[in-house]
């Protein structure tokens, strides 16, 4: 499937991209030779094979979640520089215009 430098160029102003012509030529390039590709794959049977989420026998390695002793919220707020009704309290960091 080819890619016209138009569509390459439509994408590009959607997504406020600046692309020149050149890079514009080379990406449409690019994204052919990738829709190429997801042909080919097309074109291979799937029948009977069942979905995985990887190619590889991965095991999870994480620990089972368990309820564990924990810091009280007296405990959590103790050394903070400034509370407010039991939560933190920062200063504000959004500057208005």
């Given at each position: 499937m080819r890619i016209?430098?138009?569509?390459?160029e439509k994408v590009a102003t959607l997504a406020?991209?600046?692309?020149d012509e050149k890079e514009q030529a080379l990406l449409a390039e690019q994204l052919s030779t990738i829709l190429d590709y997801v042909e080919q794959l097309k074109a291979i049977s799937t029948?009977?094979?069942?979905?995985?989420?990887?190619v590889r026998d991965v095991?999870?390695?994480?620990?089972d979640d368990s309820v564990e002793p924990s810091l009280s919220p007296e405990q959590a707020?103790?050394?903070?520089?400034?509370?407010?009704?039991g939560m933190f309290?920062?200063?504000k960091i959004i500057e208005s215009r």
């Open positions: 016209a430098k138009e569509e390459v406020r991209l600046r692309v029948e009977g094979v069942d979905p995985t989420a990887t095991v999870n390695v994480c620990r707020l103790g050394s903070a520089p400034d509370t407010d009704e309290r920062v200063p």
